[in-house]
């Protein structure tokens, strides 16, 4: 086996998928090394997030995973029953995609063969290096062995990944204390409005439907809350305990899947060491609870992919790299932390004091403060990036709160009358300059090599108070705001420069 990737990623679970197509929509060469001959008909995931669609739609294949999701309005947080209203986040995607993850996969490994990612089934890693110069991997694919090099390397392996271990970065955390069950299952009486979520001092459980019959039963059991998440579950065990919490079983029978999982909770010390870099469940694991670890996951792949293509082509210096942890290790610490919340409140609150703290949280989150922070938590539109970037921004009133601000996918005007919206200037996944302020003559010159950079001059219909006082925005690839420029300080000290053509 013979590679010319620039980097391997090790892993095609949905992080490794997303990160090479990155990689490949910036003219990197990538290969894939995934362990699996075929892709797993078992979905973990049902839940696609807001920011995730907002990063597909980034560079313009939100579409096909809308295609085959349906929108849902709420989402839950520790199985609460005020549930977290997503309908007024200011997105495009204003609700929770429900779609499976093997249809996610699908959709990112069909996606990654047209941008002619190497993707290599049923090549296991296992070992790996690096030095100065680059990294390199051994492990055997059809009972024979192999040995790839390149300049970096990508452990999005998942949780046990053998990348994390092999670089020595610690995974520290908490052991799990508490299990809960899983099953894909047919219901002959399924509950009424086929869905349901309840808690009660018996434990608590969710029926999801996921087309046709079949349906997702999970349950928290009080009565076997301790059960070493190994213990495989059966069905009349899932059985016995929906009905301990539900009071029936809703006639359950021929499952598809039965499974448990914990609140185990681990975080990457680092995530990064050298030339090795994890990404998903290779860097953090936690309860599945608010339908987060991939959607985090492919949102630490886009914040890393962009940032190894611009240092690849030369258009970076390699400490941009050192951002990517600086960036997503307190994303990280921030899921570890509301999942062990979620997992106190679901997995540790049958007494007395525990239903009433969760009555208690429930009721708060009626109140639309609350409620919008917590959904913008779990979405991902709550996240911004602490500093700028780059150097040289310059500073000025009302810009400072621009700083690592995501955008959403604005309509804009143009001069000549025609319309666009903001995130087709970024399908490309160059940084953009967009010029807000029909006034100013030439363009902001960023501290970007000019090749690396887009010029946009739009009105933002709507968005005129917020944008007061502001000439520009300088928008990374991943969507976030690296700064804003000034008025003033766009004509007197910002660099004119011809406008790059948009592609
Ligand atoms: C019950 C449950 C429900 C969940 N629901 C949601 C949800 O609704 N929303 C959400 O965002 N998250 C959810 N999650 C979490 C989500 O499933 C994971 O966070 C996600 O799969 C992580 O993606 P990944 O690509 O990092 O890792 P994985 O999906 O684990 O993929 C890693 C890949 O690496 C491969 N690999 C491992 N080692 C090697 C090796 N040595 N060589 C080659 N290949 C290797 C594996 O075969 C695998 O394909 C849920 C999890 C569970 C358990």
Known sequence: MTSNAEVIVVGAGPVGLLLACELAVAGVRVTVLERRAETVPQSRALTMHGRTLEMLALRGVAGRFLARGMPIPSGHFAGLPTRLD?????????????????????????????????????????????????????????????????????????????????????????????????????????????????GNSAGGMMVVPLG??????????????????????????????????AGEDFGMHS???LSRFSNQTCLAQSYRKGRIFLAGDAAHIHLPAGGQGMNVGMQDAMNLGWKLAGVLRGRADASLLDSYEGERHPVGAALYRNTLAQSALMMDSFDPAGQALRAT????????????????????????????????????????????????????????????????????????????????????????????????????PGRAAELDGVAALVVRPDGYVDHAVPLRSSVTSGNPCPAQAVT
Not at 403 to 410: A, C, E, F, K, S
């Open 86 to 198: 997503f309908s007024a986040c200011d997105s495009t995607y204003p609700f929770t995609l429900f779609i499976p993850q093997s249809v996610t996969e699908q959709l990112l490994e069909a996606w990654a063969g047209e941008l002619g990612v190497d993707l290599r089934r049923g090549a296991t890693v296992e070992a790996t290096g690096q030095d100065e110069d680059g990294v390199w991997v051994g492990g055997t694919q059809a009972g024979s062995p192999f040995r790839l090099a390149a300049r970096y390397l990508v452990g999005a392996d998942g949780a046990r990944s053998l990348v994390r271990r092999q670089a020595g970065i610690a995974f520290d955390g908490l052991a799990a204390t508490k299990t809960a069950m899983l099953g894909d299952v047919r219901l002959h009486t399924p509950p009424p409005g086929r869905a349901i979520s309840l």
């Open 361 to 460: 949280l429930s009721d708060l989150m009626k109140g639309p403060e609350l409620n919008a922070t917590l959904a913008h938590d779990l979405s991902g539109f709550g996240i911004r990036y602490p500093a700028a970037l780059l150097s040289g921004a310059p500073e000025g009133d009302g810009c400072a709160r621009w700083i690592g601000r995501r955008l959403p996918d604005w309509p804009l005007q143009h001069a000549d009358g025609t319309a666009s919206s903001l995130y087709e200037h970024l399908a490309s996944g160059r940084w953009l300059v967009l010029q807000v302020d029909g006034e100013v003559q030439g363009h902001y010159q960023p501290a970007l090599d000019g090749a690396w950079v887009n010029v946009v001059t739009a009105l933002v």
């Open 255 to 257: 499952p598809e899947w």
């Open 212 to 245: 046709g019959e079949l349906y997702r039963v999970i349950v928290v059991d009080a009565q076997e809350i301790d059960v070493p998440v190994e213990v495989p579950v059966t069905l009349e065990g899932l059985s016995a305990a929906t009905r301990r919490v």
